[in-house]
């Protein structure tokens, strides 16, 4: 499995203005991913991030309001821009396993409050 | 397109107790399939997963789970519920492209 982490853990935000999260991965991956996982709420995929090229978005989901980075193979960011109090959410990113079967495993999240 | 479906929204059950918790997918082929438990305030951690071979598995923490090819099925269970247990669960179903699908999750109480 991978050891992830990512900061911040949490952050109490303003609306209108932007958080950027980072995760880091213990290994090289090609492929990331970051979800959305809203109170009570289970995962929704935000988008899919590959080293090299332009994130995959999911629909509902535009690069304006979430733009990511991937700059090399153990790191990613993901900004929420212009954030309303419906972006409160835990956020998280995850990356396949280096086994069979596809697994994800998952940072421990990002929990995001906007007021 | 995918999907997975868990039908109990929150369980409780009796430390000691066995446990089932349901959940059937929507999908052409053989699926990927997956339980991850969620603690309080915690990321989600891998319990067992399925893509091919003997359908009953087992995975961490003394959970299996059982693949039902007839009946769209991969529910999960345990002999004896520990307080440890409670958190949220969730199913997931995966394609060879790596997209998942996350079920709607089951919240787990565990009474004393």
């Known amino acids: 499995s991978a050891v992830i982490s990512q900061k911040p853990s949490r952050d109490i935000c303003q609306r209108g203005t932007s958080l950027t999260i980072q995760c880091q991965v213990d290994s090289q991956v090609t492929m990331m991913f970051w979800y959305r996982q809203q109170p009570g709420q289970s995962l929704t995929l935000i988008a899919t991030a590959n080293q090299g090229s332009e994130a995959t978005y999911e629909s509902g989901f535009v690069i304006d309001k979430f733009p990511i980075s991937r700059p090399n193979l153990t790191f990613s960011t993901l900004t929420v821009s212009n954030m309303s109090p419906e972006d409160s959410s835990i956020y998280l990113c995850s990356v396949v396993g280096r086994g069979t079967g596809y697994e994800q495993y998952f940072g421990p999240g990002t929990r995001l409050t906007v007021t | 397109a995918q999907s997975v479906t868990q039908p109990d929204i929150h369980i409780t059950v009796s430390e000691g107790a066995s446990l089932e918790l349901r959940c059937n997918y929507s999908y052409g082929a053989t699926p990927y399939l997956f339980w991850y438990v969620q603690s309080p305030g915690q990321g989600l951690q891998l319990l067992l997963k399925?893509?091919?071979?003997?359908?009953l598995v087992q995975g961490i923490k003394g959970f299996e789970a059982e693949f039902k090819r007839s009946q769209s099925s991969f529910n999960l269970r345990k002999p004896s519920v520990h307080w440890s247990d409670a958190a949220e669960y969730f199913c997931?179903?995966?394609?060879?492209?790596?997209?998942?699908?996350f079920g709607a999750g089951t919240r787990l109480t565990v009474k004393p």
């Open positions: 399925y893509f091919s071979g003997d359908t």
């Open positions: 997931a179903v995966g394609e060879a492209n790596n997209d998942m699908r």
